[in-house]
C-alpha cells in the first residue's frame, strides 16, 4: 500500500470537525517556563474514539471492527470473528513475557501481531502487508480528529521558541494519522529526538523507564527535568508518571474534570496552554 491509499482511508475515516474543548479555565503559572513542551497523542492533541492499543485491550474493542477488515480484504466474517479473539491474546502473551522479565508495560509491535494473525488464515494472507490490515482496523475501531486549537497552538509554541517533542503509547499508524489530523508532518512541527514513542521503545506508559528516558534527555541537552512540561489527560500515565521524574505536568481536561488533588495542574483548551507557556 502506498502513502497515498493510506491518506485515503485515514481521511474518509476522520470526522468532519473538530473536536470541542472547554472555552474558559485559569491560566496556570509554570516555574521554570519550560523550554521543551512534550505531548500525548490520544486524549490530548486527539480525540479517539477508543484511545490508543492499551485502553483497546482493556477494554475488548469491538469485534466489529475486525469484520470489518476481514471482509475488506476478502476474509470471512468467521475469520474475523477469530481475529477479535486472538488478537488480544497475541498481545497479553507478550504482556506476560515482558512482566516476567521486570517489564510492567510492554508494547507490541502490531504489524507483527498481524503477520501472525494472518499466518494463520486462509491462504496465509498471501501477498498482504500487515501494516495495511492494522492501519485499516485500527481506522474502524478508532477513528480521531484532533482537538479544536491543537495545530495553532502547536504552530505558535514552535514560532515562540519552544521546543515541541510527543510522549505517547502508540504505533507506527499513530504517526500518518496524527500528520493527517494536524495538517502537517511530524518533523514541521516537532524535534526528532524529542519523541518518545512505546512501539519505537518497546515499553509504554506509565512504565518507569519511559519518563526516565525523557529526564536523562533532558540532561543531556544541557536542561534541567524541570524545564521539560508534558501535557497529557491521563493522571497516571502522563501526570504522576513525568512527574515521579521531576518533570513539570499539566493534565489535558478538555471535557468532564476528573477528581483528583488539588495538587494537579489543569488545562482545558489550548488557548490556556499557549497562556501559561508564555508565562
Not at 21 to 46: H, I, K, M, N, Q
Not at 140 to 154: E, H, I, M, W
Amino acid at each position: 500500500m502506498n502513502k497515498e491509499e493510506w491518506s485515503a482511508w485515514i481521511r474518509a475515516a476522520m470526522p468532519e470537525s473538530a473536536a470541542p474543548t472547554l472555552p474558559e479555565g485559569a491560566v496556570p503559572g509554570l516555574r521554570p517556563r519550560p523550554a521543551v513542551v512534550l505531548f500525548d497523542v490520544y486524549g490530548t492533541l486527539l480525540a479517539p474514539t477508543l484511545g490508543d492499543l492499551e485502553a483497546q485491550v482493556r477494554d475488548r474493542a469491538s469485534r466489529d471492527s475486525f469484520v470489518a477488515t476481514a471482509r475488506h480484504f476478502g476474509f470471512s466474517q468467521e475469520v474475523g470473528l477469530r481475529w477479535a479473539e486472538d488478537f488480544y491474546r497475541i498481545i497479553e502473551r507478550e504482556h506476560a513475557a515482558c512482566r516476567a522479565v521486570g517489564i510492567s508495560r510492554a508494547e507490541v509491535v502490531i504489524e507483527r501481531v498481524w503477520a501472525e494473525l494472518l499466518g494463520h488464515s486462509p491462504g496465509g494472507g498471501d501477498g498482504l502487508d500487515p501494516k495495511d490490515v492494522a492501519l485499516y482496523r485500527e481506522l474502524q475501531a478508532n477513528p480521531v480528529t484532533a482537538y479544536a486549537g491543537a495545530a495553532d497552538a502547536l504552530a505558535w509554541l514552535r514560532r515562540s521558541g519552544v521546543v515541541l517533542g510527543l510522549v505517547s503509547n502508540a504505533q507506527f499508524y499513530t504517526v500518518p494519522i496524527l500528520e493527517a489530523c494536524l495538517g502537517a508532518s511530524l518533523e514541521d512541527l516537532f524535534d526528532p529526538q524529542w519523541i518518545f514513542f512505546s512501539f519505537e521503545l518497546g515499553f509504554a506508559k506509565p512504565d518507569p523507564h519511559f519518563f526516565r528516558l525523557v529526564k536523562t534527555r533532558a540532561l543531556r541537552s544541557g536542561l534541567t527535568a524541570e524545564q521539560v512540561l508534558v501535557v497529557g489527560n491521563d493522571p497516571e500515565n502522563d501526570v504522576e508518571a513525568a512527574r515521579t521524574h521531576g518533570l513539570q505536568a499539566v493534565l489535558f481536561e478538555p471535557g468532564a474534570v476528573k477528581p483528583l488533588g488539588e495538587d494537579v495542574i489543569r488545562i482545558a483548551n489550548f488557548q490556556t496552554l499557549w497562556q501559561a507557556v508564555a508565562g
